[in-house]
Structures are given as structure tokens and as C-alpha cells.
């Protein structure tokens, strides 16, 4: 029994007992004209209950489980920095020849409020990520990559990321990576189309990390303000970071 079927059943039962107790009803007092009275009267207040229960309340609960979903996903995307997406994003940008300035965008902000955010984060949407492979250690990229390459096959295997395409881009860009370098019997000494193929699924990774990497810290900073000062504190973009107060 398909879907449909089942609501056409359900709907004809219900219908189906409101006569009967409708009849039951006129049987006992043998007063149609109260039924009707009391007929009309729901009928005329059931665009007012549906306004009140779809248009109102489900909204509410809509926008609730949004934000329950939300803050589940930006849990997925904690672990996701901590075990392997910050390191990498740290190796990428160390590639970039202007990743200096983007680390300038970042620390031109102090105590980082809602404007800051959208000001960095139309400034990284415009901007260029572009990795130079030849400054990246491709051995060791792909030893951190390899891995944590089953703990980001379970990350996929979590349902909320259908909720997410990005992060969900996001996560093959890096898997596509991953067997990129997995791939080549040895990093040494490959050609330039080689490097420069590299390159560009680098530079396809990095882009969608940083900008992920940037909505996360706005969550963080709305939320968790402590977690929020030990990221960045952990500041990919920052070639030599300190976890200690200066």
C-alpha cells in the first residue's frame, strides 16, 4: 500500500466516523437543527485552524528543527577541523603565494562581530585560491590525508550531511584529492602536468575549506565563545601559531 492510498484510507475513516457520530447524535436527541448550528460553526472556524496550525505552528517547529539540525551539523564539522580539516587547510594556505593576504583579512578584525564575518567572507568568495604544488609536501599531504581517510568515509555515512551540499562538495574535493596522491606510485620528481593537475585539485579543496572553515567560526563565535578563542588561536591561515596567551 503506497503512500497515497494510506491518506485516502485514513481520510475516508475519519469522515466515515464523524457520520456515524453525527447520526448517533440526531438518534439520541433527535435535534438536527443543533447539529447543523454546531456544523457550520466548525466549518466557518477551520480556515482560522488551519492559518493557526500550518501557516503558525509549523513554521515554528520548522525553524526549530532547522536550528537543531544546524547546530548538529556544525558538530560534524568540529570533528571534521580538529582530526584533519585544519592541518590541511594550514599545508594549503602555506602554498599560496597571497596567503598572507588573506591572514591580513583575518587579522584586521578584533573582536569580530556579525559584519566582520560577511566582509571577510564576500572578500574570500571574490578572491582567488590558488596552490602552488611545488611548495607543498605531497608525501606528507597524502600520509595525513590516507590517514584520516576512513574517519571522513563516516563522516559521509552521517545523514545530516544531506542537508549540507557544500560540506558534502566540500568532503569530495578532498577524497578526490586523497586518491589523486594515493594513486601515483611515488611523489618524486613528477612532470609538470602532473603538478600542475595537483594543483588544481588543491586549489578546488582549499577554496571550500576556507570558506567552510569561516562559517564554522561564526558559529563558533555566536555559540561557543570559548571554542571560538582556542580556533583561532589555531588560525590555519597563521604560519606559526601559539596556543598560549601572549
Not at 105 to 117: R, V
Amino acid at each position: 500500500m503506497n503512500r497515497r492510498t494510506w491518506y485516502v484510507l485514513i481520510g475516508a475513516t475519519l469522515v466515515l466516523t464523524s457520520v456515524i457520530l453525527y447520526l448517533i447524535h440526531f438518534g439520541i436527541f433527535g435535534d438536527a437543527h443543533h447539529i447543523y448550528i454546531y456544523m457550520v460553526g466548525d466549518l466557518a472556524f477551520l480556515p482560522i485552524e488551519v492559518l493557526v496550525v500550518t501557516l503558525i505552528v509549523d513554521t515554528m517547529l520548522s525553524e526549530r528543527e532547522k536550528r537543531q539540525t544546524l547546530k548538529k551539523l556544525n558538530m560534524v564539522f568540529g570533528a571534521f577541523y580538529s582530526e584533519v580539516g585544519t592541518e590541511l587547510l594550514r599545508r594549503l594556505c602555506a602554498a599560496d603565494r597571497r596567503g598572507k593576504e588573506k591572514l591580513q583579512q583575518l587579522e584586521s578584525h578584533g573582536e569580530w562581530k556579525k559584519m566582520d564575518f560577511r566582509a571577510v567572507r564576500s572578500v574570500f568568495a571574490s578572491d582567488e585560491f590558488k596552490v602552488d604544488s611545488s611548495l607543498v609536501d605531497l608525501e606528507s599531504m597524502r600520509d595525513l590525508l590516507l590517514s584520516n581517510r576512513d574517519f571522513m568515509v563516516r563522516l559521509l555515512e552521517n545523514p545530516l550531511l544531506l542537508e549540507h551540499a557544500t560540506f558534502t562538495d566540500l568532503l569530495w574535493a578532498v577524497f578526490h584529492l586523497t586518491e589523486e596522491l594515493a594513486s601515483r606510485k611515488s611523489l618524486e620528481g613528477l612532470p609538470e602536468p602532473d603538478m600542475d593537475h595537483l594543483g588544481g585539485d588543491m586549489s578546488r579543496a582549499y577554496g571550500t575549506l576556507a570558506l567552510q572553515w569561516l562559517e564554522y567560526m561564526a558559529h563558533l563565535r555566536d555559540n561557543y565563545p570559548y571554542l571560538f578563542s582556542l580556533a583561532m588561536r589555531l588560525n590555519p591561515f597563521e604560519p606559526e601559531t601559539m596556543v598560549e596567551f601572549a
